[in-house]
Nanobody, 126 residues
Framework: QLQLVESGGGLVQPGGSLRLSCTTS????????IGWFRQAPGKEREGVSC????????NYADSVMGRFTISRDNAKKTVYLQMNSLKPEDTAVYYC???????????????????WGQGTQVTVSS
């Protein structure tokens, strides 16, 4: 059974850090682009970042550029989102999602993602 499971969310003060994990099973992670998305209450879902199959290409939303870092460990079937210098506006449910990609070194945040996790809550508040 194909699954993506997010973890690592929680409550953090402004300026703090969190590392989210997206643990996968039921498919070969190395064949898939992984993206991170978020949705705050009353707002549309936003693409945050993506990483190519081989990890050689990443993309970030302008709102998180320089603060968030995406990485992957295909052997551990896990993708990470390191979030630093967190701001209250980063508060949202964060989701990871996947799509199978033929090119190994490209990813698109606005592509059509096939499989989604259930999400993990991130709250940035003092």
């Amino acid at each position: 059974q194909l699954q993506l499971v997010e973890s690592g969310g929680g409550l953090v003060q402004p300026g703090g850090s969190l590392r989210l994990s997206c643990t996968t099973s039921g498919f070969t992670l190395a064949y898939s682009v992984i993206g991170w998305f978020r949705q705050a209450p009353g707002k549309e879902r936003e693409g945050v970042s993506c990483i190519s199959r081989d990890g050689g290409s990443t993309n970030y939303a302008d709102s998180v550029m320089g603060r968030f870092t995406i990485s992957r460990d295909n052997a551990k079937k896990t993708v990470y989102l390191q979030m630093n210098s967190l701001k209250p506006e980063d508060t949202a449910v964060y989701y990871c999602a996947s799509y199978v990609s033929t090119p190994a070194s490209v990813c698109y945040v606005d592509s059509e993602y096939t499989y989604w996790g259930q999400g993990t809550q991130v709250t940035v508040s003092s």
